[in-house]
């Protein structure tokens, strides 16, 4: 692996509502210039929003300076079409090589999962470790995984989607009690995936599946540390779920390090709590906390978009 870490370069991280806009002088570090809403509907705006960014703040950089860019959805290194369910504008497009054509500029491109894997890896939590999985805890659930600093980049950009695909258990024993949860149909059309339990949304769907209750997940969360019963017994529900298929991911990849972003990584004692799981289930002995709270929890888009536009 070979980074140049000396190289400006500006960054974009693309969501379904906006669009981030900054510069990186250095790996790791990035000024935010702007922030637009996303044309999710169009490629030709889309196209235009990125152009109008660049021209704004091209200022003194050289007209070809590159441009990486932190997205939702899954990113084919085969085709490189992006598959953005709120995106539709990017269907049919092969973003790096038509944007490195129209901007005029080396484009690089990568999930936003994937990019907080590699601002993790390279200048966060994961820093120096061979083997890092960066693990997205927000609405739902996502990750990527660097080995040696390089991105893994699977068959249809699918790589660490450890939240998908019939893996959830339906039975659950809490409190000597034998509970049964249903397999929910998810949005990627399979049914039983972890994502529709996993994140801040699943805590919410188990606590009403559970206690026939609709409660907030931050809520939940907080009765949780307060010792509310019903809520201790969500969350317990909720660690099981998570940690049986997160030790099995560790088992098969053996990462030094699994750093957490997505909104639920802010909640210190329920990291805690899953690391203390996972250690109980992974096959290996991890003497020392192994899953921890990303450094770039609320901005890994734009930093790990400030590594990749260096990789070689």
């Given amino acids: 692996m070979m980074v140049n870490t000396g190289t400006t370069v500006f960054c974009a991280d693309i969501g379904g509502s906006f669009i981030k806009f900054g510069i ?33 703040h091209q200022q003194e950089q050289p007209e070809d300076t590159p441009l990486a860019i932190s997205t939702a959805g899954l990113v084919s290194p085969q085709s490189g079409e992006v598959m953005a369910s709120n995106i539709p504008g990017f269907a049919g497009h092969n973003l790096a ?23 993790e890896a390279h200048v966060g939590e994961g820093q120096g470790l ?35 695909g019939a893996i959830t258990r339906t039975e659950l024993l809490l409190d000597n009690r034998l509970v049964q949860l249903p397999r929910l149909l ?9 994502d529709m339990y996993g994140g801040a949304r699943g805590i919410e769907r188990l606590h009403q599946q ?38 099995l991911l560790i088992n098969i990849i053996g990462p030094s390090k699994v750093v957490v972003g997505g909104g639920l ?35 890994g888009g734009l930093v790990g978009a400030s590594v990749l536009g260096r990789l070689r």
Avoid at 24 to 46: H, M, Y
Avoid at 106 to 119: E, G, Q, W
Avoid at 140 to 154: A, S, T
């Fill in 130 to 164: 061979p083997i890092v999985v960066g693990l997205i805890l927000g609405t739902g659930v996502g990750g990527g995984i660097i080995i040696n600093g390089q991105l893994l980049r699977g068959h249809g950009g699918v790589t660490g989607e450890w939240g998908h």
């Fill in 210 to 247: 559970l206690h026939q209750q609709m409660a907030d997940s931050h809520q939940i969360i907080q009765d949780w540390q307060d010792d509310e019963p019903q809520a201790m017994q969500t969350l317990q529900a909720w660690l099981l779920l998570v940690s049986e298929p997160l030790a």
């Fill in 97 to 119: 090589a038509e944007l490195t054509h129209l901007l005029a500029r080396k484009v690089s491109i990568a999930n936003d999962a994937d990019c907080f894997a590699l601002a």
């Fill in 186 to 194: 998810c949005g990627c059309g399979k049914t039983g995936c972890l």
């Fill in 265 to 299: 990584a802010s909640v210190t004692p329920l990291i805690t709590a899953l690391d203390q799981q996972v250690r109980t289930a992974t096959l290996h002995s991890y003497p020392q906390p192994l899953i921890v709270a990303g450094r770039f929890v609320d901005h």
């Fill in 24 to 56: 990186s002088r250095r790996q790791g570090e990035v000024d935010e210039l702007a922030k637009v809403a996303t044309p999710t509907d169009s490629w030709n705006d889309f196209v235009a929003a990125l152009q109008q960014l660049l021209a704004d």
